[in-house]
Structures are given as structure tokens and as C-alpha cells.
């Protein structure tokens, strides 16, 4: 009996932890935003009038148009990854004996797989035989 109170007390006790924590996060992501609105006002009005406010002179901007990569570098903007290296015989030969190599240690990485999975099998129907006799 005293096992059951114990483990249901932890349970609350548990649940009252994440709860708490819960909160704690909620209040975490949310309390900055919460923070600067509250420190703003919550109506939109004011919010309004403090932009328009006649004690601010207008701004003027006489700033020149951002550049584009174009503009910087043409031979920059083809961002395609098929088109590079077509072009190159021996990078594409290179890459083709890679391909090969890879093929063939895959292969010899199965063939040895099987081979030792064989064995092994061998040798625990042989342990059996021994066991059984």
C-alpha cells in the first residue's frame, strides 16, 4: 500500500515538473514579444501616431540600386552542377575508373560477407553435430 501512495505522489510530482516547465518555455519564446508590445501599448492607434509623429522630418534616401551578381561577375550566375566538368575527357575518365573501383570493392565486400556467413554456418551446424552426439 504505502508503494502505490509513493509512486502516485511521484507521478503528480512528475506532471507538476512538466507542467512547470511548460510554462517556463512558453514563457521563454513568447515573453520578449510580449515584453516590447506591452512596452509599446497594446492599441494599434498609438502605435500609429508615434510613427507619424510631426517632430520627425521625412527621409530621403539617395542611395544607388543594389547590385547584382550579374552585374558583378556574368560568368557567375550558372549555378548548374550538371554542367560542370562536362567538359573535361580526363576528369570524366577519372571518374569512370573510380566508379569501377567502387563497383569492384563492392563486390569483393559481398562475396567475403557470403563467404564468412557460409562458414560460419558450417562451423555452428559442426558445433551442434558435436553437441548432439
Known sequence: MAGAGR??????????CLVILAVASALGVSGPALYW?????FSSSVSAAAVSSPSCPPCTCDCPPPLS???IAPGLMNF???ACG???????KEMEKQFVDLLNSHALIFFY??????KLKI????????GVN
Do not use: F, H, M
Open 80 to 82: 548548374s552542377i550538371s
Open 86 to 92: 562536362t567538359n573535361d575527357p580526363e576528369r570524366s
Open 69 to 71: 551578381l550579374r552585374s
Open 7 to 16: 509512486r502516485a505522489a511521484v507521478a503528480v510530482c512528475g506532471r507538476w
Open 113 to 118: 560477407q557470403n563467404t564468412i556467413g557460409y
Open 123 to 130: 562451423t555452428c551446424l559442426g558445433a551442434k553435430e558435436i
Open 37 to 41: 508590445r506591452y512596452k509599446k501599448g
